[in-house]
Nanobody, 128 residues
Framework: EVQFVESGGGLVQAGGSLRLSCTAS????????ISWIRQAPGKEREVLAC????????YYADSVKGRFTISKNNGENTWTLQMNSLKPEDTANYYC?????????????????????WGQGTQVTVSA
């Protein structure tokens, strides 16, 4: 079972930046995808950004494209989500998650049901 430790959430003013980190352990394969997913109160979960462990390809939701960047720290099982130009509508609980992929990947990277393990989440609040 993959286990995650997420950090970096907090309160920031609109237009500001935050950097979320996710350290993971317990992988049973070298082929997987790591994503950041968020859920705001009363809203459905949304996959924001995804990175392939195999080739480093990245994928972004339209809502965050150009503002958020997902990356992996070299030599570590730590992934970051750099969030710039934050908006009040970015307020949510942010989760790290992993999928071991399959024949439909990467085309299903934004499907919530494709993810096998999730972290506990870290809260991000953006004030107006």
């Amino acid at each position: 079972e993959v286990q995650f430790v997420e950090s970096g959430g907090g309160l920031v003013q609109a237009g500001g930046s935050l950097r979320l980190s996710c350290t993971a352990s317990g992988f049973t394969s070298d082929r997987y995808y790591i994503s950041w997913i968020r859920q705001a109160p009363g809203k459905e979960r949304e996959v924001l950004a995804c990175i392939s462990r195999t080739d480093g390809s990245t994928y972004y939701a339209d809502s965050v494209k150009g503002r958020f960047t997902i990356s992996k720290n070299n030599g570590e099982n730590t992934w970051t989500l750099q969030m710039n130009s934050l908006k009040p509508e970015d307020t949510a609980n942010y989760y790290c998650a992993v999928s071991y992929g399959g024949s439909s990947w990467p085309w299903v990277w934004n499907k919530i049901y494709e993810y096998d393990y999730w972290g506990q989440g870290t809260q991000v609040t953006v004030s107006a």
